[in-house]
């Protein structure tokens, strides 16, 4: 399958490491000019000794700072909210702070960047396409996961809700749900085999997914190939919900 992004502006934020990262230099090599956000200016400056992209470091949590910070980067054609925050605890344990962090990077910053950026689209006028982040966690209960997964099933909705107000703007909205991804963090999470045994048993497939496995996922969904899909939810998760 041909898919090209030449001549497109492509904003992603977490791009500092994990699958943003793993993203941003994908959309490099399929010829997109990408705009790569995140928090963390050391993670950008080593992201652009590998890749030509336009770096943007602003903390996401900062409603004001970060609204700014995206209008400045001006009119993209395809936004990728993949920026997130996992703080577990047993649902008892759970500590309002945590939840307050949690809901304003991984649900309040999409409502954020998305507002700005599918205004921007349509002003313009020539449609767009938004892939946020979600995780399995929003459909599947998860011990110590409360929060993170009542953030992730408020991205599913609010997701949802976008895909129905900004689908007569030609503006596709959709979600990816990945299992356990092996970035980095994953191995260092998911590598003692007590722990990834339970987990691994709910998995058809067997095995985790690897980055490049959420990668080509959202690929396709901000390509032109998949310009009738519009308010899905695509788990990328061996088959861990269909069970």
């Known amino acids: 399958m041909d898919i090209s992004f030449q001549n497109k502006r492509v904003l992603v934020t977490g791009a500092g490491q994990g699958i943003g990262r793993e993203l941003v230099k994908a959309l490099v090599r399929y010829g ?56 577990l605890d047993p649902f008892l344990k759970a500590k309002p702070e945590d939840f307050d962090k949690s809901f304003a990077v991984n649900v309040k910053a999409v409502l954020n960047v998305s507002q700005v950026v599918a205004e921007s689209m349509i002003q313009r006028g020539k449609g767009g396409t938004i892939v946020n982040l979600s995780s399995q966690a929003s459909q599947a209960a998860l011990a110590d996961h409360a929060i993170y997964c009542a953030s992730k099933a408020a991205v599913d909705q609010l997701s949802k809700v976008m895909a129905l107000e900004l689908g007569p703007h030609n503006i596709r909205v959709n979600c990816v749900n990945p299992t356990v991804v092996m970035t980095e963090m994953g191995k260092i999470g998911w590598s003692k085999p007590e722990k990834a045994s339970t987990m691994l048993s709910k998995i058809p497939m067997g095995r985790f997914a690897e980055p490049e496995d959420v990668v080509n996922a959202v690929i396709f969904l901000l390509s032109s190939k998949s310009d009738m899909i519009n308010g899905i939810c695509v788990p990328i998760d061996g088959g861990f919900l269909a069970c």
């Open 32 to 87: 997109a000019e990408v705009i790569a956000l995140s928090r963390t200016k050391e993670h950008l400056d080593t992201l652009c000794q590998e890749v030509n992209v336009t770096p943007v470091c602003v903390d996401l949590s900062d409603w004001d700072t970060a609204r700014e910070a995206v209008r400045k980067i001006g009119p993209v054609d395809c936004l990728v909210n993949n920026a997130a925050v996992a703080l």
